[in-house]
């Protein structure tokens, strides 16, 4: 695939045909996990994992294991790779002009039928997109299509980041039959994957098991020899072997109550977030994140909006504020930190949020709700510090985010210049601070070999996978 140049900051219709849902008990030639007839698998062997009852179609699978196997069935016309970069997969050409992107088909670009892709189905698959929780969001921010001989005009909305990413929705075509065909590296039939172009790993069985625990507790018998969790949960599961920690579009935020109390003016904010130590918060997601100091990926080399000072000079930023001070010994607070009680890594984050400002002399209560008053309490304004995990549409547009979380950026966000620009009025009035960024789980032998993993395709370039030694 070839890899595009960054772009940084520059009515529904459903669909027809079945989709295919998993039977209500293990498919031909699986085990039954809690049978006694349950083996481990060859260590050679790639075997993944289905949830009965859920989807092989893209647009309507639920889980994580149901979705890792449709990413071997269906392909894209742009796919991001490891970097957060567009790259192009079934298109050819991907030209952004404005707020229009023209894109042509590969020549060779076929589903595993050996039928060719057509702008009509892409055209169906943007419909699909546009009904799917998963999808809706980004394929919502296409505004039009329209195909003028062999280019497909794609109308965006203004503003987008990163528009190519916008077109990473998979291309189905609906056949009538169990399954949508796809154009990926494998065909499902039977309960087997069987590959569709030159790969090393071969056929890939399937086992399907009635729930998620007992998913888990396949890989950790060695029975699946592949598993990915986006850790939706808020808690890394037990699993042997290897892993690999796969970064999502989803980010931990700490909100500040600009409206009333010491968290509304601009210098407490950032004081506050420059006590705060990103690469120790990683620890209360299991080491499943990485440290954010920008809204953006890291690798779109933006600017950084928050900075980290030592304890010493974030002390003496608060002497200056007026704080500390013989008229103040106490220090700051108590301030209240809401959190959801139901995800333990922002549970987790919230206590170590607390011990890293009590380093500075801010004292933090933390507070866990339930999601519903937690959301309620955050629409009355009942809180200082408000902590939260957010999920950005594929082209990391901000508009959601800070409608829901600092309406008063919008204008700054929808009219900036540049990335310059924008970062520079959101860290001058900093009303939420990242902290940092999710990631995915993937868990597998230690003698697989892979190329690398991404969220949209977890297991990338499959074709070179192999197991060592063999």
């Known amino acids: 695939m070839k890899r595009l140049l960054p772009l940084l900051l520059c009515p529904a219709l459903l669909l027809t045909g079945c989709h295919f849902r998993l039977p209500e008990a293990p498919v031909s030639g699986a085990s039954d996990p809690s049978g006694p007839h349950a083996q481990p ?22 889980s994580d294991a149901n979705r890792a196997v449709c990413s071997l069935l269906y392909e894209s016309l742009i796919t991001a790779d490891a970097d957060d ?16 992107i023209l894109v042509s088909l590969r020549a060779d670009a076929r589903f595993s039928d050996g039928s060719a892709v057509t702008p009509q189905d892409v055209e169906a698959s ?28 794609f109308t965006v909305t203004a503003g987008s980041p990163q528009p190519q990413l916008l077109l990473t929705f998979p291309i189905i075509r609906q056949t009538g039959g169990p399954v949508p065909l796809g154009s990926g590296p494998y065909r499902y039939s039977g309960g087997t994957l069987y590959p569709t172009r030159d790969v090393q790993l071969g056929s890939i069985p399937l086992r ?66 420059a006590a705060l ?13 990485r440290p954010a100091h920008t809204l953006f990926p890291a690798s779109w080399q933006t600017p950084e909006i928050v900075q980290e000072k ?70 009355a304004g009942q809180y200082d510090l408000l902590l939260t995990q957010v ?60 190329t690398e993993m991404t969220e949209q395709q977890p297991l990338s370039g499959i074709e070179q996978w192999s197991f060592s030694g063999v």
């Open 41 to 62: 698998s060859q260590v050679n062997t790639l075997i993944l994992g289905l949830l009965q009852g859920d989807a092989l179609d893209p647009y309507q699978a639920r």
């Open 277 to 289: 130590r990103r690469e120790e918060l990683t620890a209360a997601f299991g080491g499943y994140a």
């Open 126 to 153: 943007l419909q699909a997109a546009r009904q799917s929780d998963r999808y809706r969001e980004t394929a919502g921010r296409i505004e039009g299509l329209e195909t003028n001989g062999g280019t497909m005009i």
């Open 208 to 273: 399907t098991y009635e729930d998620l625990s007992a998913l888990r507790r396949a890989r950790g018998g060695g029975e699946l020899t592949f598993y990915y969790d986006t850790l939706s949960e808020g808690f890394v599961p037990q699993i042997t072997g290897a892993s690999e920690a796969v970064p999502l579009t989803s980010l931990a935020i700490l909100c500040f109550n600009g409206q009333q109390g010491i968290t509304a003016g601009a210098q407490v904010r950032q004081a506050l977030s």
């Open 310 to 379: 030592k304890i010493k000079d974030v002390v003496a930023q608060w002497r200056q504020l007026g704080y500390n001070t013989e008229a103040n010994p106490s220090g700051i607070g108590p301030l209240q930190l809401l959190v959801p009680r139901e995800n333990g890594f922002l549970t987790a984050a919230a206590e170590q949020v607390a011990q890293q400002l009590a380093q500075v002399s801010v004292q933090v209560e933390v507070r866990r709700v339930p999601s519903a008053a937690w959301e309620q309490e955050r629409l």
């Open 85 to 100: 970069q567009p790259q192009l997969c079934l298109a050819a050409t991907a030209q952004v002009t404005g707020e229009r």
């Open 391 to 450: 999920d950005l549409p594929a082209d990391w547009d901000l508009t959601g985010l800070l409608a829901r979380y600092a309406p008063g950026m919008l204008a700054a966000y929808t009219g900036r210049r540049s990335a310059q620009a924008f970062c520079t009025a959101f860290a001058a009035a900093l009303p939420f601070v990242p902290l940092c960024r999710r990631a995915a789980m993937a868990a597998f032998p230690r003698a697989l070999q892979y």
